[in-house]
């Protein structure tokens, strides 16, 4: 739970403090990697899920263009988030040109779902896309961020951006541990907005 490293904004209920602790920590130390943001257009691939909506909101905050890549489905919730919204999968960078024609200055693939060459095509520079889920990435020059790294500071930053309201985890469901089960079938369904949770 993040009060173990930094204080819960006031506004976090218990599940999104809980929610925060390494998505927030991953998204952050993935931004970091990317350099500075401001003024910047961001490709965010998988921008619905965990680390994928922290990063969101906080490459916003960073003053940063974002442009998010998820089912249809949660375009309305990327929005809500500050991101345009797109299709995930072939033809990706036909969407990206369209509603950046001047192109993306950096990314992050929070998905590792094979688009990686073409993300990287799409910015120019692998040294300025990130990866959290593609342990081949090495091959291709991107930079494979561990959420683990720096967690104290990015964890303090998680929640000054809380307090600030810039960043809110989101919680799509919570599961007694009893239906542990049910929970990882609705992760495993795919299509998940934020966080699923398992309470005790």
Excluded: C
Aim: charged share 10%; proline share 3%.
């Amino acid at each position: 739970m993040l009060t173990a490293w930094a204080p819960v904004p006031s506004a976090w209920t218990v599940e999104q403090a809980a929610a925060a602790g390494l998505v927030s920590a991953t998204a952050i130390e993935s931004l970091n990697n990317l350099g500075d943001l401001s003024g910047n257009t961001v490709l965010i691939e998988g921008a619905a899920g965990g680390v994928g909506s922290a990063a969101v909101q906080i490459a916003v905050a960073r003053g940063a263009t974002v442009i998010g890549t998820a089912s249809e489905a949660n375009h309305d919730f990327l929005r809500e988030l500050g991101a345009i919204p797109i299709t995930y999968g072939e033809g990706l960078a036909d969407r990206v040109a369209a509603v950046a024609p001047a192109g993306v200055d950096a990314a992050l693939d929070t998905a590792g779902s094979g688009s990686l060459a073409g993300i990287v095509a799409l910015v120019g520079d692998a040294s300025r896309v990130a990866i959290i889920a593609d342990f081949g990435a090495g091959a291709l020059g991107v930079t494979l961020v561990a959420g683990n790294v720096n967690a104290a500071a990015n964890l303090a930053e998680a929640s000054r951006l809380g307090t600030a309201g810039a960043y809110t985890p989101h919680v799509q469901a919570t599961y007694p541990l009893e239906k542990a089960t049910d929970a990882h079938a609705h992760v495993q369904g795919g299509h998940a907005r934020g966080k699923v949770l398992i309470t005790l």
